[in-house]
T-cell receptor, first 113, second 114 residues
Framework: GAGVSQSPRYKVAKRGQDVALRCDPISGHVSLFWYQQALGQGPEFLTYFQNEAQLDKSGLPSDRFFAERPEGSVSTLKIQRTQQEDSAVYLC???????????FGQGTRLTVV | GENVEQHPSTLSVQEGDSAVIKCTYSDSASNYFPWYKQELGKGPQLIIDIRSNVGEKKDQRIAVTLNKTAKHFSLHITETQPEDSAVYFCAAAPYGGATNKLIFGTGTLLAVQP
């Protein structure tokens, strides 16, 4: 596609539910990133993939957060047993290579009630 | 790890005036400094970036300066227009090192008054 696509755009989950957020990066982009953006704050790094390899997951806040990119293209961020503090916009970004310009998707706004 | 501070948090200017946003970073290994513009309900969009072997870069009304010794970089927007109103984020990354992630500042809400 023309840009990074994320789905769904909006997700409301009841506390304790599991959610899965999808990211379709720009075709051919090797690097893929997930960021979390709380209201009024800058994006905070969650995890990074180079092709299918998850090279950095230092930003994942707890073991309830899990990300995968099994074929080196589409990625899914899964949050288990959601809590209210998980409410945020989850942004996905991709870049052609290492150190290249990162293109962001529009994000998924997760609200946990 | 890297820490990026950004000032001011809000900035209001008259149309046609210039706007300057400043950022400082802590990790001397950082070598890539992008600026992103984020409009309401959208993802961040890259507007300009600079690498640490360059001191200044300009693209039409937008310029970025980098002082690696002092560890600070700035965004300059000249002849501001109402469509420049948005939240602007600076970021820093130590590309080529052990990690490939961007560390963002806290953002500046720019309002251009017509």
């Amino acid at each position: 596609g023309a840009g990074v696509s994320q789905s769904p755009r909006y997700k409301v989950a009841k506390r304790g539910q599991d959610v899965a957020l999808r990211c379709d990066p720009i075709s051919g982009h090797v690097s893929l990133f997930w960021y979390q953006q709380a209201l009024g704050q800058g994006p905070e790094f969650l995890t990074y993939f180079q092709n299918e390899a998850q090279l950095d997951k230092s930003g994942l806040p707890s073991d309830r957060f899990f990300a995968e990119r099994p074929e080196g293209s589409v990625s899914t961020l899964k949050i288990q047993r959601t809590q209210q503090e998980d409410s945020a916009v989850y942004l996905c970004a991709s870049s052609l290579g290492i150190g290249g310009e990162a293109f962001f998707g529009q994000g998924t706004r997760l609200t946990v009630v | 790890g890297e820490n990026v501070e950004q000032h001011p948090s809000t900035l209001s200017v008259q149309e046609g005036d210039s706007a300057v946003i400043k950022c400082t970073y802590s990790d001397s290994a950082s070598n890539y400094f992008p600026w992103y513009k984020q409009e309401l309900g959208k993802g961040p969009q890259l507007i300009i970036d600079i690498r640490s072997n360059v001191g200044e870069k300009k693209d039409q009304r937008i310029a970025v300066t980098l002082n690696k010794t002092a560890k600070h970089f700035s965004l300059h927007i000249t002849e501001t227009q109402p469509e420049d109103s948005a939240v602007y984020f600076c970021a820093a990354a130590p590309y080529g090192g052990a990690t490939n992630k961007l560390i963002f500042g806290t953002g500046t809400l720019l309002a251009v008054q017509p």
